[in-house]
């Protein structure tokens, strides 16, 4: 190993053993991006469920004003261990305090991180948690396809209900991002980028069949890894190189790599799975400005490397699955240029793994088609086996360090 070679290595070990000291042993164990800007909400409480990743003692949140136009101000929040639908299991609802208080107000583009409390939770544990909105928000931040039913009560405090007298449901996340807990060693989490795929299109409501949720009960099967968290950054439309412009959907993977990769605690590596979205803009958006070629594609994943090896987190990619029969984005020159970021993805050595999901999830027979028995049925989105399939891919010794 050259001088130079093993100051880089020294440099990231260090880096990795600060960001591991910093953590404390905290991991995020479920996570929803916020991607746009939601409906006006009047004052009521809100009760969402969530499927942690891995276990811990403690837990906190952290709420979400991203794309609010006024502070958000959260007047109670309660978590608790999830009964099924809208209740909580008897003995195990907690109020969390924000710097020691039972409210928070939350600036336009900020969050808001709470107070741990004690509370034991066990891997792939339903946890459910209330938001209390004491008055009228005009914009909402919310991760649209959020695959899960959020339970909706019209006035008053609610939070510490057992059972939530709900009078209505949606399937968006309002304001939650993140819920992390305290582990027993240091904290570790695979934080995942990513667009629909990610996000679990092509699966029923309410049933964590995403293949980032099939990856978490992977990790659960191995002691080893049990202890690490997953922090699912997938966005249903999103793009790596620009922002929202219908019908593509939130912040770029360059803009928002940070605070859904980067910083999320325990963060020691990352799955970026991004850039066919920016390839079918040229089919779906008139203006050239949101047309890229598979050149600035590879351009924009080597910067998301240089970040996180900045930072001395390893950093992967996944291949680009295809996609020939879909209705709106296919055509030959998406397929070409899928095909040129998949053999850069693959040959170029720029990331510190390669997952491999176009091979395993393709057509044998026609190579640029899903596998039937793996598609949803839109050519686009494989359906569970599919993300089964995709979790399988997922070397888990690139996890054993």
Known sequence: MTGRALAALLFCTLLTATAAASDQGWRTAW?????????????????????????????????????????????AAHVALSAGGARVAAGSDRPLLFGGRPAVTIAPGSSALSDPVALTVAALQPLAVSLYLPAPVAVSTIHGFGLQTAYLKASGDATGAADFPSTATDDSRYFLSDVEVLGPDAGRTLAIVGDSIADGVGTKNDQDARWPDALAARLQANPALATIGIANGGIAGNRLLHDASDPYVGPGALSRFERDALDKPGVRWILVHEGVNDITASLLLADPRQHVTAEQIEAGLRALVDRAHARGIRIWAGTLTPLAGTKRFYSEAVERQRQAVNAWIRTSGVFDAVVDFDAALRDPTEPTRLNP???SGDHLHPNEAGYRVMAQQVDLRLLDH
Not at 47 to 64: A, F, M
């Open 373 to 375: 028995a793996y598609d």
């Open 31 to 75: 996570s929803s991006a916020p991607d746009s800007a939601g409906p006006a909400l009047p004052a009521q409480t809100l009760r969402q469920v969530v499927r942690t990743s891995t276990q811990g003692t403690r837990v906190r949140i952290r709420l979400s004003n991203l794309f609010g136009t006024q502070p958000l101000t959260v007047g």
